[in-house]
């Protein structure tokens, strides 16, 4: 069964610890992207990858790393020095950008929540 | 102005009626368009892909893209109750250093009502 899987669905944790979210996709999907959605607001990207061993900073990257060891594996880390960590994280791969293919898979997301 | 704009809405519709939802886009060389439907605390889906100007369907859903005038819209019909739902927009702009990403618009919310 082809997909995105992304663990655990619901996360809490304490203010000032890191915590690392999983992303897997089994797509065989050159391209991973984490995504960043507060209420009654529209996709932010964090960091995007085109290939192993290869990541970009997205649009809001502060507080966040990532790493991309394997190509069906794109965990993102956030961590103490994010500011309000507290929203849905979404993750999504794509097949061949370099070669034109833009659409976008998402998986059921992870929400965060830092108290 | 927005890299990619569309109305909050809500956009309430009778059910059996029509639903237009607008998306307006500033980069004048962006190639590839999509349409992604979330449900409340859900993922995005990607239910429409569109490329070229003019019109694409797929079942209940199509698609219209007019470049020159730099706007895509998603048409729905027949709308039913389980259409309610925010849709996104999504825009790879290539001429604005876009790459290999896509941009997205903050989403129209649409209530198909009984």
């Known amino acids: 069964d082809g997909g995105i899987t992304q663990s655990p669905k619901y996360l809490f944790r304490k203010e000032g610890q890191n915590v690392t979210l999983s992303c897997e996709q089994n797509l065989n999907h050159d391209a991973m992207y984490w995504y960043r959605q507060d209420p009654g607001q529209g996709l932010r990207l964090i960091y995007y990858s085109q290939i192993v061993n290869d990541f970009q900073k997205g649009d809001i990257a502060e507080g966040y790393s990532v790493s991309r060891e394997k190509k069906e594996s794109f965990p993102l880390t956030v961590t103490s020095a994010q500011k309000n960590p507290t929203a849905f994280y979404l993750c999504a791969s794509s097949s061949s950008p370099f070669l034109g293919s833009y659409e976008q898979y998402f998986g059921p997301g992870t929400r965060l929540t830092v108290t | 102005q927005k890299e990619v704009e569309q109305n909050s809405g809500p956009l309430s519709v009778p059910e059996g009626a029509i639903a237009s939802l607008n998306c307006t886009y500033s980069?004048?060389?962006?190639?590839?368009f999509f349409w992604y439907r979330q449900y409340s605390g859900k993922s995005p889906e990607l239910i429409m892909s569109?490329?070229?100007?003019g019109d694409k369907e797929d079942g209940r859903f199509t698609a219209q893209l007019n470049k020159a005038s730099q706007y895509v819209s998603l048409l729905i019909r027949d709308s039913q109750p389980s259409d309610s739902a925010t849709y996104l927009c999504a825009v790879n702009l290539m001429g604005t250093g876009g790459g290999n990403k896509l941009t997205f618009g903050t989403g129209t919310q649409l209530k198909v009502e009984l």
């Open positions: 569109i490329y070229s100007n």
């Open positions: 980069d004048r060389v962006s190639q590839s």
